[in-house]
């Protein structure tokens, strides 16, 4: 059998070394070239910058066009599996998360809003390569990020609100300096529909007419998407660009500044796979479903999590810097954990063979 990291696309398999070439190159560029950054900056409506505006939304769409909203039926008639996941997805992760920014970045108040946003936003995309390369329930897989996107559209707003303004205090967490005067249930669920809603719809719209009949099905499927993934991939990479060539004040500070963020994103993910494939074979799961809902579970919506940060906070905010330490530590994070549930494996009824 092929190593994990082997099986990936080309993109998929040196995210990691992408994003540090964007950061590379963003902090260059505001060092040499900074009328760059200025002029992509420079076109704005508000605080809102329309260039990055379009890039983040232009991120979000291709994972939602992904998203068998079809297959909804599935989980929801599987009472267990959909409890589980419901439990674990939202609530058990967003507290966890916070908790992890209470213990390590109470004094970081930017970065702890980052931290908090990256725990809200669940995963809809990467999951599917995960489970796959895993050996996951497609079908369950897909039920499940559909059922976590229409979650995200509903509920993020409120909930950010409550662990970035709520919580804290109550636990002792002084945010200082952080401006929290923009974080309102409108203006975070405004900016949840503008990155989240809009490809949402564009995503679950063109999915419905674009996908009608087996010509429009195997197009779809076998052209159109293979067409338009590598969209994330480049809005991220442009987003983060723009952002650390703004950041050229800071240079020194920011690779201690993402050790600190990424400890508690690893004990995150380890310690949500890990009891989440636990409990779910407690539940009498078979391997393909508990492995679905550990990686479910474990991973997280980066995209969402940076356009909410970038939205509420502005581009040049350590809450968006935060957000985008994610996938830097979560791609090879999760390659690991894919090992791990490989390993695992034998240890489980085997499941329907997936096709």
């Known amino acids: ?13 040196y995210l990691t070394g992408w994003i540090f070439l964007a950061m590379a190159a963003g902090l260059l560029a505001g060092r040499y070239v900074p009328a760059l950054p200025q002029a992509l900056t420079a076109w704005s409506v508000g605080t809102t910058s329309i260039p990055i505006a379009l890039g983040l939304i232009i991120m979000m769409y291709p994972p939602l066009a992904k998203v068998h909203y079809e297959q909804l039926g599935d989980v929801f008639r599987d009472r267990k599996v959909l409890a589980l996941s419901l439990v674990q997805n939202w609530l058990v992760g967003p507290v966890l998360m916070f908790a992890l920014a209470v213990i390590f970045l109470r004094d970081q108040p930017e970065y702890f809003a980052g931290l908090v946003l990256i725990g809200l936003a669940r ?12 050996g996951g329930s497609r079908e369950y897989c897909a039920g499940l990020v559909a059922f976590n996107a229409l979650f995200q559209v509903v509920f993020f707003a409120p909930l950010a609100w409550l662990f970035l303004k709520v ?17 309102t249930i409108g203006r975070v669920a405004e900016s949840v529909f503008i990155y989240l809603g809009i490809p949402f719809l564009a995503g679950w719209l063109g999915r419905l007419v674009l996908r009608r009949g087996p010509a429009g099905v195997a197009w779809y499927d076998g052209k159109f998407i293979p067409l338009i993934s590598p969209l994330t991939l480049a ?37 949500m796979f890990g009891a989440t494939f636990w409990m779910s074979a407690r539940a009498g799961a078979d391997y393909p479903r508990a492995a679905t809902l550990a990686f ?5 919506n980066f995209e969402l999590a940076i356009a909410v940060a970038v939205g509420v906070f502005g ?6 810097f935060a957000a985008v330490v994610g996938p ?6 999760l390659i690991g954990l894919v090992t791990v549930a490989l390993a695992w494996k034998r240890r489980l009824p085997a499941g329907p063979q997936q096709p």
Do not use: H
Request: charged content about 10%.
């Open 235 to 271: 809005a991220l990479l442009f987003t983060i660009f723009v952002m650390f060539s703004l950041k050229g004040d800071t240079v020194l500070r920011i690779p201690l500044d993402v050790l600190r963020i990424a400890v508690p994103l690893l004990v995150y993910f380890a310690l």
């Open 123 to 134: 995963c809809i995309a990467m999951v599917i390569v995960w489970n796959d390369l895993a």
């Open 328 to 333: 830097l530590v979560e791609v090879p994070a």
């Open 167 to 183: 919580l804290p205090p109550l636990v002792g967490v002084d945010l200082g300096n952080l401006d929290l005067s923009t974080v």
């Open 296 to 300: 479910t579970a474990a991973g997280n």
């Open 1 to 13: 059998m092929q190593p994990v990291a082997a099986r990936l696309s080309l993109l998929d398999r």
């Open 315 to 320: 581009l040049a905010s350590g809450a968006a």
